[in-house]
């Protein structure tokens, strides 16, 4: 049976972008959002020479975007010679195939663009397992748009489901067979993690949160003095990885996670449920910022609804903005009327506002490529996991 193709090849494809700003979204954030889309793009080998936007109340039920904004933008495919198109949402299968028959390209949604990346970058056997699980569910609706054989019968002696078996029938349950082998697999690889999780004795357990590509697994390296993969692409790291590190001789365990991102795959959360257990089961949340990125405050209110999602818990945390090395700082004129924005204050602004803002919660400006605080951020770290290891153990001798 075959599968979707991977988008990732050896020579970058030339592709188009389709966004819709609907009521509500500012300028500003709708090209935040293609700009995401395009780093999207670029991390799965693909290169946007071109984006479309339409401003619409809500995208059409029946193409995404309007008909005429469709015929601009097979007339440039056409003329450009442009083989992918993709669009800054999750499609329906119905949307799927009508903007394939008139675009008469390769439609990829935003979804199966972050499927891709994660089917590109799964490294271990069960990172494999949760992404394969994640795309057949994203693929099983859909699989009407992705064969040219439908018309074919199956039928004879021997062939289940008598004469007159569609393809698309015998593909479904192939599907169908294969989500269940893999379900009844990563319950098995659960419960080994589990078992691992409840062997790490009376350690603290602190677990590294955040928007993707914000520097998570470079904080790791730092702390941890470990060499867990990080790159300045999105979603580099998949598979968790746990180290002990010691602050001043008193240990705890720190979990690098994946990283969250707007508009995440249902099916990668559901899938990625074990991993997502680390998270659960963690003491203390360090969430981290890319301070120099302009919506920085968006990517935070991601994450925290993504958290109270999968975790109802009030665990401690921690907020380090990472990247305070690369923040551009931007005075604004006296005459210039213009809003604010986030570049307009200064690091010592941002520092004094966002204390204030999280009155309950620590927060530290930090940067892990040149280490400016991190001595800072290492005595927060001990202040807090001494803190949680003496009232959960308070007979415990302690020696640190």
């Keep these: 049976m075959a599968t979707e193709h991977v988008l990732v090849d050896a020579v970058e494809q030339k592709c188009v972008l389709v966004g819709v700003t609907t009521q509500g979204t500012s300028e500003a954030q709708a090209k935040e959002y293609i700009d995401e889309l395009e780093f999207l793009a670029l991390t799965a080998g693909a290169i946007a020479i071109k984006k479309f936007n339409q401003n619409l109340e809500t995208p059409n039920s029946k193409t995404y975007v ?23 949402d999750e499609l329906s299968p119905s949307q799927l195939r009508n903007i394939e028959r008139i675009l008469e390209v390769k439609v990829l949604d935003r979804n199966s663009l972050i499927l891709d990346i994660f089917a590109s970058r799964a490294r271990s056997s069960h990172a494999k397992t949760q992404v394969e699980l994640a795309r057949l569910k994203y693929m099983l609706p859909r699989l009407t748009r992705m064969w040219t054989h439908l018309e074919r019968q199956q039928g004879g002696v021997g062939i ?58 470079t904080i790791m390296n ?64 360090v969430h981290v910022l890319d301070i ?32 305070i090395d690369a923040y551009n700082y931007v005075k604004k004129q006296e005459d210039d009327l213009t809003p604010m924005e986030a570049f307009n204050y200064s690091l010592q602004d941002l ?22 605080n991190l001595e800072e951020l290492k005595s927060v770290l001990y202040d807090d996991v001494k803190k949680i290891f003496q009232e959960r153990y308070p007979y415990h001798h302690f020696l640190y």
């Excluded at 309007?66 to 800054?88: A, C, H, P, W």
């Excluded at 294969?178 to 603290?204: C, H, T």
């Excluded at 867990?228 to 690098?256: G, I, M, S």
């Design 160 to 217: 289940r489901g008598g004469a007159g078996e569609t393809q698309i029938e015998v593909d479904r349950r192939i599907v169908q067979d294969r989500i269940a082998a893999l379900q009844k697999k990563l319950k098995a690889i659960d419960k080994q993690m589990a078992v691992q999780r409840g062997n790490r004795g009376q350690l603290v357990r602190v677990a590294l949160v955040g928007y993707t590509n914000v520097g998570k697994s």
């Design 292 to 323: 120099s990125h302009p919506n920085f405050e968006d990517q935070f209110e991601v994450v925290n609804q993504t958290l109270s999602e999968i975790d109802k818990s009030d665990k401690p945390s921690i907020v380090v903005f990472n990247k």
């Design 351 to 372: 520092e004094k506002t966002w204390m204030a803002k999280l009155s309950n919660t620590k927060c530290i400006f930090i940067s892990a490529k040149t280490k400016d």
């Design 66 to 88: 309007g008909t005429g904004k469709l015929d601009e933008i097979r007339q440039y495919i056409s003329m450009n010679n442009i083989e992918l198109v993709i669009f800054d």
């Design 222 to 285: 730092m702390l941890s003095k470990s060499e867990v993969f990080a790159e300045n692409k999105l979603f580099a790291t998949l598979d968790t990885t746990v180290r002990k590190v010691v602050v001043e001789n008193l240990p705890f365990l720190l979990t690098d996670t994946v990283g969250f991102i707007r508009k995440l795959p249902h099916q990668l959360v559901e899938s990625f449920k074990s991993t997502l257990d680390e998270v659960r089961e963690a003491d203390l949340l």
